[in-house]
């Protein structure tokens, strides 16, 4: 039985590539949206033109970003959403809800600061994890039924 798994949220550490790493040898397909910031930000006015307007120019990434983010979530089995210590990251909550909606299986990864602020984010999801390595955990045991050593 292998899974598809999509890696939404933060983009400003290496979380994604840890879990990865540490999923070596399991039957798991990782997907993930475009982490290179400026490219994300950027992509719709790079393609399809430029924009005066910065709302328009944010619009036309966005939307372009939401094709392959809607992509990822709706072919996932597995859905992990990683709540980093920096910024607001209103498109990982957008992308939680938008996978709670849809019923897949939704793994949150959050410090515990978060807890209050993502306490119905946390409610919809599966299991709530503190580190890459706690969701490397859940996934073997997923696939494998295997616990930690």
């Not at 307007?53 to 939307?63: I, N, P, S, T, V």
């Not at 119905?120 to 706690?134: C, G, H, Y």
């Amino acid at each position: 039985m292998g899974l598809n798994v999509y890696l939404s949220g933060e983009i400003h550490t290496d979380w994604r590539e840890q879990i990865i790493e540490g999923a070596q040898g399991l039957d798991l397909t990782f997907t993930a949206p475009v982490t290179d910031h400026a490219a994300s930000d950027d992509c719709g006015v790079a393609i399809l033109g430029a924009e005066p307007d910065k709302f328009w120019h944010d619009r036309k990434g966005a939307l372009m970003n939401a094709i392959r983010t809607r992509k990822g979530i709706e072919d996932a089995d597995v859905v992990v959403v990683r709540f980093g210590d920096k910024y607001k990251q209103w498109n990982a909550a957008f992308d939680a809800g938008y996978a709670a909606a849809l019923g897949k299986s939704l793994v949150i990864l959050q410090p515990e600061a978060h807890d209050h602020a993502l306490k119905e984010v946390d409610a919809a999801a599966l299991a709530v994890a503190r580190t890459p390595e706690q969701v490397v955990g859940l996934l073997r045991y997923v696939l494998t039924g295997a616990l930690p050593d």
